[in-house]
């Protein structure tokens, strides 16, 4: 059964920066396509952005872009999300979610999801 | 951007009876649509995707239909357990954003 563990989440001021992490395994995580998604306190779920299994190519949402980069370490089977410039309006709870494929192609939805770590950006 | 307007935002059922979701896209999304299911304090797991299709392990109770623009969830018979919220999410907007709707909570 597939699992995926976040980390790294916390208290940051705004303007400060944090780096999330996710552990995958159980399955062969240098193959699919990642993402991680928020959801801010009871509101909806966000899509954060997006990364290719070579990270050759990746995608942010309007909202981060030139402030959040996704990246990973397909050795360690880690994904990241370095947060930079953090405002009051990235609070959220943050899920790392694995993009299922077909013969190599994305799908672009989402079939696993880890329980996710809690990102709090205030003064 | 894709816009997903889903409706009602909650809906009141008892156990047993028909819940139907509807989820509405601003552009034609084709059949790339997933639905999904958030208990409190629990990551969001998929239901369907494919706008019909059900993931592995999804009880037969939860079915999905439409295509284009018009979307629907239901469940055929309210079991405790699904009592829940429920999103819907576009993946044919690419190579710009993914979008969810605004989320359908079905309570007691």
């Known amino acids: 059964q597939v699992q995926l563990v976040e980390s790294g989440g916390g208290l940051v001021k705004p303007g400060g920066s944090l780096r999330l992490s996710c552990s995958a395994s159980?399955?062969?995580?240098?193959?699919?396509?990642m993402s991680w998604i928020r959801q801010a306190p009871g509101k909806g779920l966000e899509w954060v952005a997006y990364?290719?299994?070579?990270?050759?190519?990746?995608n942010l949402a309007e909202a981060v872009k030139g402030r959040f980069t996704i990246s990973r370490d397909n050795a360690k089977s880690l994904l990241y999300l370095q947060m930079n410039t953090l405002k009051a309006e990235d609070t959220a709870v943050y899920y790392c979610?694995?993009?299922?494929?077909?013969?190599?192609?994305?799908?672009?939805?989402?079939?696993?999801w880890g329980q996710g770590t809690p990102v709090t950006v205030s003064s | 951007e894709i816009l997903l307007t889903q409706s009602p935002a909650t809906l009141s059922m008892s156990l047993g009876e028909r819940a139907t979701i509807s989820c509405r896209a601003s552009?034609?999304?084709?059949?790339?649509l997933a639905w999904y299911q958030q208990t409190p304090g629990q990551a969001p797991r998929l239901l369907i995707y494919?706008?019909?299709t059900r993931a592995t392990g999804i009880p037969a109770r939860f079915s999905g239909s439409g295509s284009g623009t018009e979307f629907t969830l239901t469940i055929s018979s309210l079991q405790s357990e699904d009592f829940a919220v429920y999103y819907c999410?576009?993946?044919?907007?690419?190579?710009?954003?993914?979008?969810f709707g605004g989320g359908t909570k079905v309570d007691i």
């Open positions: 979610a694995r993009v299922p494929g077909v013969m190599g192609a994305p799908l672009y939805y989402f079939d696993s």
């Open positions: 159980k399955f062969s995580f240098s193959d699919y396509y």
């Open positions: 990364i290719s299994p070579s990270s050759s190519y990746t």
């Open positions: 552009q034609n999304v084709r059949s790339n």
């Open positions: 494919g706008a019909s």
């Open positions: 999410q576009q993946y044919n907007n690419l190579p710009h954003g993914l979008s």
